[in-house]
T-cell receptor
């Protein structure tokens, strides 16, 4: 069965510092990987995705993630945090479910706090 | 396009009451799904549908019913609400087909409290 583990339910960084949010997955088939962001009292918004091809993917708002098959990881980074980045971030993996359409399995989420 | 819309935004129920959470999308997406979000557990799939007239169970279907009579609408029914169903519910949709890689579009959520 597939699963997603996000290390650290809460991460705090100073404004201007590097953001690193960790995601490890397990999947018996080639996965498609996603990062979603959820701002307070809002729905989920896609940040970026990995499907095939280049393993370093760039998303919106300056975020990027690298797919490392050997480490089964898909960590999210941003070189310089901004106050507006404060939100909850979810890593998700898409794999076949019950032999039918691919479904998303989500990690438990990481709450990012940006300190002034 | 309005995207994925959900009503109501907030709801308080008493144990044993029934209600329907509404979800609609105007993107002509065949695939729609319902998730619940609980602290520390991420989002878990309740039910999904790959087209009108076709629904299937997800990871946590107990206590919930769905139907899909049109492409646009995918309501979620709680027949007899329980406190364990207190959660935030999200509806999502996407086109079918491999090209989409399962990128889903989410609604704003319904925050449900069962007393």
């Amino acid at each position: 069965a597939q699963s997603v583990t996000q290390l650290g339910s809460h991460v705090s960084v100073s404004e201007g510092a590097l953001v690193l949010l960790r995601c490890n997955y397990s999947s018996s088939v080639p996965p498609y990987l996603f990062w979603y962001v959820q701002y307070p009292n809002q729905g989920l918004q896609l940040l970026l995705k990995y499907t095939t091809g280049a393993t370093l993917v760039k998303g919106i708002n300056g975020f990027e993630a690298e797919f490392k098959k050997s480490e089964t990881s898909f960590h999210l980074t941003k070189p310089s945090a901004h106050m507006s980045d404060a939100a909850e971030y979810f890593c998700a993996v898409s794999v076949p479910f019950s032999g039918s359409a691919r479904q998303l399995t989500f990690g438990s989420g990481t709450q990012l706090t940006v300190l002034p | 396009n309005a995207g994925v819309t959900q009503t109501p935004k907030f709801q308080v129920l008493k144990t044993g009451q029934s209600m329907t959470l509404q979800c609609a999308q105007d993107m002509n997406h065949e695939y729609m799904s319902w998730y619940r979000q609980d602290p520390g557990m991420g989002l878990r799939l309740i039910h999904y549908s790959v087209g009108a007239g076709i629904t299937d169970q997800g990871e946590v279907p107990n206590g919930y019913n769905v139907s899909r009579s049109t492409t646009e609408d995918f309501p979620l029914r709680l027949l007899s609400a329980a406190p364990s169903q207190t959660s935030v519910y999200f509806c999502a949709s996407r086109p079918t087909g491999q090209v989409t890689y399962n990128e889903q579009f989410f609604g704003p959520g319904t925050r449900l409290t069962v007393l």
